[in-house]
C-alpha cells in the first residue's frame, strides 16, 4: 500500500487546513492511521490516530479542540482536518498506517507516506 499525504500549503495563523492522506495498492481500511508531523530541527510527533473502523480517534493532548482526524472507507482517504492554526503548527505532517501496537509512537507505524508541509505564517 502506498500512501500519499497532500492538502499542506502557507496559512495564516487563525486559519484551516485539510490533509488528506489516501492509499493506492488496496484498501486500508483494516489498518489504524496516524499523522505526525516534524518541524525543523526537532523529532517526529504524534498528532492523531484513527482506529480501523474509525471508531477510535487518540490526539496529541495540546492539539485536543483544533485538529480532528476522521476517515471516508469510500475514498479509501484518512483525513486531519486543523483548524484555528498557529505558528507552532509549522512542520512536514506524515500519515502512516499500523496493523497493531501504540497509536502514538512513530516506531510501531510500517507504513508511511511522504509528508506534506504545512506553513502557518503570523
Known amino acids: 500500500v502506498q500512501l500519499q499525504a497532500f492538502g499542506g500549503g502557507l496559512v495564516q495563523a487563525g486559519g484551516s487546513l485539510r490533509l488528506s492522506c489516501t492509499a493506492s495498492?488496496?484498501?486500508?481500511?483494516?489498518?489504524?492511521t496516524g499523522w505526525f508531523r516534524q518541524a525543523p530541527g526537532k523529532d517526529r510527533e504524534f498528532v492523531a490516530a484513527?482506529?480501523?473502523?474509525?471508531?477510535?480517534?487518540f490526539y496529541e493532548d495540546s492539539l485536543k479542540g483544533r485538529f480532528t482526524i476522521s476517515r471516508d472507507y469510500a475514498k479509501n482517504t484518512v483525513y486531519l482536518q486543523m483548524n484555528d492554526l498557529k505558528v507552532e503548527d509549522t512542520a512536514v505532517y506524515y500519515c502512516?498506517?499500523?496493523?497493531?501496537?501504540?497509536?502514538?509512537?512513530?516506531?510501531?507505524?510500517?507504513?508511511w507516506g511522504q509528508g506534506t508541509l504545512v506553513t502557518v505564517s503570523s
Open positions: 502512516a498506517t499500523q496493523e497493531e501496537g501504540r497509536a502514538a509512537a512513530p516506531d510501531d507505524y510500517s507504513n
Open positions: 484513527i482506529s480501523w473502523n474509525g471508531g477510535t480517534t
Open positions: 495498492g488496496r484498501k486500508f481500511s483494516s489498518a489504524a
